[in-house]
């Protein structure tokens, strides 16, 4: 199952949602670049956990075709934190 994470902004975040998801018990086999996928379906309870979890620190789930908005947005922040390093 393929889960979607709106506003991760910096690299730093994903630090974040690994610590979150370990701790909340979650298995995931692969997170790139604001996509997780997990090694099982999550219940709705479990999906509501985790986007209470991801709320609290700005951070929005999304389940479906909409993700594709959000990783144009991560390339841009990528893009600019890049240009900005460099000068």
């Not at 889960?3 to 902004?9: A, D, G, L, S």
């Not at 979150?20 to 018990?25: D, T, Y």
Request: aromatic share 12%; charged share 25%; with cysteine.
């Amino acid at each position: 199952m393929k889960i979607y994470i709106k506003n991760m902004v910096c690299p730093g975040t994903r630090s974040f949602v690994i610590e979150e998801l370990e701790g909340l018990g979650f298995n995931y086999y692969s997170f790139e670049s604001g996509e997780i996928d997990f090694e099982e379906n999550l219940s709705w309870a479990e999906r509501n956990k985790l986007n209470k979890s991801m709320q609290q620190y700005g951070l929005e789930l999304s389940f479906g075709k909409s993700n594709m908005i959000s990783k144009i947005l991560d390339v841009i922040h990528n893009l600019t934190d890049n240009y900005a390093a460099t000068r």
